[in-house]
């Protein structure tokens, strides 16, 4: 049963009266401590390894850390010692340890040295988590970031110090826990705003060491760039690197990287040109993956259609009806055509 582990650490925690109260002249031996710990060591590994069920062995993972919350310093660290050493001989799952601890309800800043010792014992066995369990902790720590006050007093740095510790070593590139991809997406995505000042040099400085990756992988000045529009149709190749989601308009950028903030920008100034230049038409459809068999309304292009007929209506009032303003309409008149035709626009008013 899951309450077996009870007996197990009232022995460990047990004090005699006599050694109480002569507690100062006791005079402690090395060698006796350590064979103590070792048989102590041993019957909670047995315990354990008895209750090999996962739904078991979670509620005795929860009974330890409930009763560890209640304790001394002294003897936090001693039940830590015997909790990280069944971990590493296999009595434990890694993950399950550390899951179970980093998301304890008990695991409040309030109580600082169960706080200190629970991400200690945590960044000692991390290593033997796999990268989606790492994920899960590092979620962990950032949720236990947010319960820490923005300002933080000199009795609650040691807590926060080893909140930052386990979070380095997570980030730490040399000590390979979580692919350095999964983590720069995951700090972008579910933690845009960091979820503590204290973390947000680490934060950013792991973030920025992407740039050059997102530089690698992007064209630079790209948003300042006009491609040269094909006349005679529009082969695949020259398009690619000017596709636009249809609803944003914005690059279709390679995953989620810090990109420079002109990339992410609304391209309305892009899509204005091409549709302005001769036969664009089969350009503009390919940058928008629009295609003719689908009826595919794109309320970007009308919008931008219907500014360039008022800028053509300005320019007429202000040059005339010359032969450079006629062309212009014909241009305009055949875009609304095409576009209209196959149902990518439509002005019902």
């Not at 720590?141 to 926060?160: D, I, V």
């Not at 302005?276 to 390919?286: A, I, K, L, T």
């Not at 309320?299 to 450079?324: F, M, P």
């Amino acid at each position: 049963m899951a309450d077996s582990v009870i007996p197990v650490l009232n022995d460990i925690l047990k004090v005699e009266g006599i050694e109480e109260t002569f507690s100062c002249f006791l005079v402690h031996r090395p060698n006796v401590e350590a064979e103590k710990i070792a048989a102590w060591q041993q019957e909670l590994n047995n315990t354990f390894r008895k209750n090999a069920s996962p739904e078991q062995l979670d509620l005795m993972i929860r009974h330890y850390l409930g009763i560890i919350s209640k304790c001394s310093h002294n003897q936090i660290q001693l039940l830590m010692h015997l909790l990280e050493s069944a971990v590493k001989g296999g009595a434990l799952p890694a993950r399950r340890v550390c899951e179970l601890t980093i998301t304890s309800e008990i695991l409040q800043h309030s109580n600082g040295h169960f706080w200190i010792e629970c991400f200690r014992l945590i960044k000692k066995i991390i290593d033997l988590v796999e990268y989606k369990g790492v994920r899960e902790i590092m979620k962990g720590c950032c949720e236990k970031a947010k319960t820490l006050p923005w300002r933080l007093n000199s009795g609650l740095q040691p807590q926060t110090q080893a909140l930052l510790e386990l979070a380095a070593k997570i980030m730490d590139r040399d000590a390979c826990l979580l692919p350095g991809y999964l983590l720069v997406n995951e700090l972008q995505t579910a933690y845009p705003d960091c979820p503590h000042w204290r973390l947000s040099d680490l934060f950013s400085d792991y973030v920025d060491s992407f740039r050059a990756c997102a530089q690698m992988v992007s064209i630079v000045g790209q948003d300042e760039m006009r491609p040269v529009v094909e006349h005679s149709g529009c082969p695949e190749h020259p398009v690619n690197p000017w596709k636009l989601n249809p609803q944003t308009l914005k690059f279709f950028l390679k995953g989620v990287l810090p990109y420079e903030p002109e990339h992410n920008e609304k391209q309305t100034g892009l899509l204005r040109y091409v549709l302005e230049q001769p036969y664009s038409r089969d350009m503009v459809c390919g940058m928008l993956g629009l295609n003719k068999q689908h009826k595919q309304h794109c309320q970007a292009i009308e919008e931008q259609l219907v500014e360039l007929v008022i800028l053509a209506l300005e320019r007429t009032e202000a040059e005339g009806d010359d032969q450079v303003t006629q062309d212009l309409w014909l241009h305009l008149s055949s875009q609304l055509i095409y576009f209209v035709l196959f149902q990518f626009a439509s002005f019902p008013r």
